[in-house]
């Protein structure tokens, strides 16, 4: 029913055809679940283990390997053809297991609906499974409940309800029948109760509305199927490196093919020439290297809290420059917290985090111990007995059952050492008036044991501070009671505006002795109180997420506030961590009705500009992650609510909560924070780019080696040499001889600056100018080196013994190279020749590797090559060392500016 809370209560009832005290009859309840389907949402079909598992094979690269393997099977060349087909089978299964594993970690979206309700049909209550819930049910509400359908409120009492995971408003909300108007924000609609939130408070009953699909969070779950994800940049680039390397292979072996026709050249033995430079040119390794790189990328970011459900996207949040975040439970703790406590003497400011009952009292920057001053000691006793909330602890962590607000209250006792259920065995509990929206306080009498043994009764209050000082005759002071005249409510209502000013929820405490045979208490009793101090509470930042921002910041990324709350609280936030431009805020906060009213110019004019976006709803969260992405920039999305889902999915990364996070957030994400923390995702964005550097440098370190034996296959051609290097000797190179180098390449930690550079472009090519030009460089060397030494062992005689002599040259040069290819900038003798002993392992087993192909019999015959002497040796080390210092005098004119910083 659209607009039902802009209509009074019996037209509600009119328009479903329902009894607000009988509610449906059991064969209308049939008749409508036939109409309307079940109340839950569709299950979306889930992609079987093959589909899955086929899908990792969907990359232009992939399909080039296979053509190369399919040439090279044609060619006789069985051994190549299978070395190419392991490779890809290494890195489909590590995607795929890498995959399977994240997705059984993440719970899933059925678990956040409610399996049972309690429903009035034929005039009695039942209990009945959510998912048979129709449109006219009447359906009754308590504390605890997770409320099953959107509904319209008939009558409530004190009834509060938990909205975060849903509105993103951080406190519980106040709800009523009193319908309210047709503009209103679904936030604001106090007269309905919404599918998928929490009642903390109260009782009601309610007359569903919508069900399913239909309701607001089924709008939400409905979106999300209608939103493509985009693949992922490094996906992205993988899929052009392999277009144009399918179309250079078929380029190059064009012109071979040609060169030896013009010479007369056999047929056969010039398509043996062009399978050899099908095999140099396809970078067999590159599968198995990139899988290994994100895997590595993965387990760093595991153990920095970041759990990675989509492979790719390890490297995504590498170029990310926006962060469009939620506020609670992201940058907040979604822990309601007391800050401050005021009395007549005092002005104390409390630390600690969430829930956790430790923390300190601070007058100035000297520590107390509020139990032992006469006000501080009564309002704690009074602020945590006034509650109906609990301090619970689950697997050692500390949680609240009911309303946030009480459960501070509590904490703030539990941090002085006052523990709630250890005072309830000092004042037993006489009588009660509940808050509610309308009085705003809650008022409960105890009776207890005074110092002399007598009983006393006393009415403790807690509420709004407005409502409290019109009830109050007197103070308590440290020294005693005085008047509640107006310059001593003075002090405190300086403290209510500044904490008000600062989003402070602000709360009273006040209390009244009363006559030993009073057994009940009515609204009249709350007056003459006794007036004790005010209490300020917020939800508060995360530790360090002032200086997570700032690093964000340092490292070109743009952070900007999405939040459902409300404008001042979120301003106040922002101001506490860092997120605008100066201290001013103005123009750098807006609100969803302006974004509404907004056109496309005025819209992204106030993108330019933004850092908070209060009170947006999930449709505007997911427009301004759109129009982000229009402008080319790469947008991670963080959030932990069913409200953040949509703009989640749309995100280039989502980024979703592990521990409070709904499980529709995690459902959409591409990554997983398992702390929480927005800490987490500075640490992810440092991981990312290390996993796009190492990337790059490893590929490049295969496209160099690769381009240096195409040069030389080519130049041997032009010059009408016989083949310096068999098929297989190149597969051996490619796959064994920088296969462990190549591995070892993407274990390079961070070089002290990755975060202090700008995010790249997501169009950035993974082989950049700078990379070609020190491909062209080591090229050169390679090709004039290894066949210098090639024809200079031509000389012999022996063909056999000339092509072992070019094949380890080129083996020697590649290893020589690795060295160079730990920073593309960055002198190894700055970085370390030992700092990363990977690196040497690995140059080490390569190196014995190569040696074994040489001397071990068996290994000969397959590679057809034969032992070499000393000289050998000497010779091929003095001339393949040229390659690694031609390659520092390069990074030394790099980094004179020679080469421009903008080729990196």
Known sequence: MEKAHALDQDEVISRLETDRLSGLDSEEAGERLARHGYNELPKEKKPSILFLFLKQFHSRLIYILFIAA???????????????????????????????????????????????????????????????????????LEEGDRIVADAR?????????????????????????????????????????????????????????????????????????????????????????????????????????????????????????????????????????????????????????????????????????????????????????????????????????????????????????????????????????????????????????????????????????????????????????????????????????????????????????????????????????????????????????????????????????????????????????????????????????????????????????????????????????????????????????????????????????????????PETKLRIVGEFQKQGRTVAMTGDGVNDAPALKKASIGISMGIIGTDVSKEVSDMVLADDNFISIVNAIEEGRIVFRNIKQTVAYLFMTNMGEVTTVLASILMGLPLPLLPAQILWLNLVTDGFPDIALATEREHGEILDEPPRRPDTPIISKNVLILTALVSVFMCVGTLSLFVWALRTGDAAYARTIAFTTMAVFQLWNVFNMRSTRTSIFRLGLTSNLYVLASVVASLLLQLAVLYLPFLQTTFRTLPLGLTDWVVITAVTSTVFFAVEFYKYLYRRGVVPASWA
């Open 70 to 140: 399919a040439i090279a099977f044609a060619a006789g060349q069985h051994k190549d053809a299978y070395g190419i087909l392991l490779a890809v089978l290494i890195d489909a299964v590590f995607s795929f297991v890498q995959e399977r594993r994240a997705e059984d970690a993440i719970e899933r979206l059925r678990e956040m609906v409610v399996q049972e309700a309690s429903v009035v049909r034929g005039g009695k209550v039942h209990r009945i499974p959510a998912r048979e819930i129709v449109p006219g049910d009447i359906v009754l």
């Open 153 to 617: 409120i008939l009558e409530s009492k004190d009834l509060r309800t938990a909205e975060a995971s849903l509105t993103g408003e951080s406190s519980a909300v106040q709800k009523s029948p009193e319908q309210v108007a047709e503009e209103t924000l679904l936030p604001d609609r106090t007269d309905m109760v919404w599918m998928g939130t929490n009642v903390v408070a109260g009782v009601a009953r309610v007359a569903v509305v919508e069900t399913g699909e239909r309701t607001a969070f089924g709008g939400i779950s409905r979106s999300l199927r209608e939103i493509k994800q985009e693949k992922a940049p490094l996906e992205t680039r993988l899929d052009v490196l392999g277009q144009k390397l399918g179309l250079f292979t078929i380029g190059l072996a064009v012109i071979v093919l040609v060169l030896g026709w013009l010479r007369g050249t056999p047929l056969f033995e010039m398509f043996l020439f062009a399978v050899a430079m099908v095999v140099a040119v396809i970078p067999e390794g590159l599968p198995a290297v990139l899988a290994v790189v994100l895997a590595i990328g993965v387990r760093q970011m595991a153990k920095r809290n970041a759990i990675i459900r989509h492979v790719p996207s390890v490297e995504t949040l590498g170029v990310a420059d926006v962060i469009c975040t939620d506020k609670t439970g992201t940058i907040t703790e979604n822990k309601m917290t007391v800050r401050e406590i005021h009395t007549f003497d005092q002005d104390i400011r409390l630390t600690g985090e969430g829930w956790e009952p430790r923390g300190e009292f601070l007058i100035g920057e000297r520590k107390i111990r509020p139990t032992e001053t006469l006000t501080a000691n009564k309002l704690l006793k009074v602020a945590a007995l006034c509650t109906k909330a609990s301090l619970v602890w689950r697997n050692e962590r500390p949680g609240i059952i009911g309303d946030p607000t009480e459960g501070a209250l509590i904490v703030m006792a539990a941090k002085a050492g006052l523990d709630k259920q250890e005072l309830q065995k000092e004042y037993r509990l006489i009588d009660e008036i509940p808050f509610n929206s309308t009085r705003k306080f809650r008022a409960i009498l105890f009776e207890s044991i005074d110092d002399d043994g007598g009983k006393v009764r006393e009415l403790f209050v807690v509420g709004a501070y407005e409502v409290l000082k019109e009830r109050a005759t007197a103070l308590l002071t440290d020294r005693g009671s005085t008047v509640a005249d107006r310059e001593n409510l003075g002090h405190f209502d300086a403290q209510n505006d500044a904490m008000a000013d600062r989003a402070r929820r602000v709360l009273g405490a006040a209390f009244r002795r009363l006559p030993d045979e009073v057994t009940g208490i009515s609204d009249s009793d709350v007056s003459d109180l006794t007036m004790l101090g005010l209490v300020g509470m917020i939800d508060p930042p995360r530790r360090g997420v002032d200086k997570a921002i700032a690093r964000c910041r340092s490292a070109g990324v743009r952070v900007i506030m999405l939040t459902g709350d409300q404008l001042g609280t979120a301003v106040a936030i922002g101001k506490e961590v860092g997120l605008f431009d100066g201290e001013d805020a103005a123009g750098q906060v807006f609100t969803e009705v302006e974004v509404v009213e907004a056109d496309d110019t005025s819209f992204r004019d106030m993108l330019s500009r933004a850092a908070i976006f209060a009170r947006v709803s």
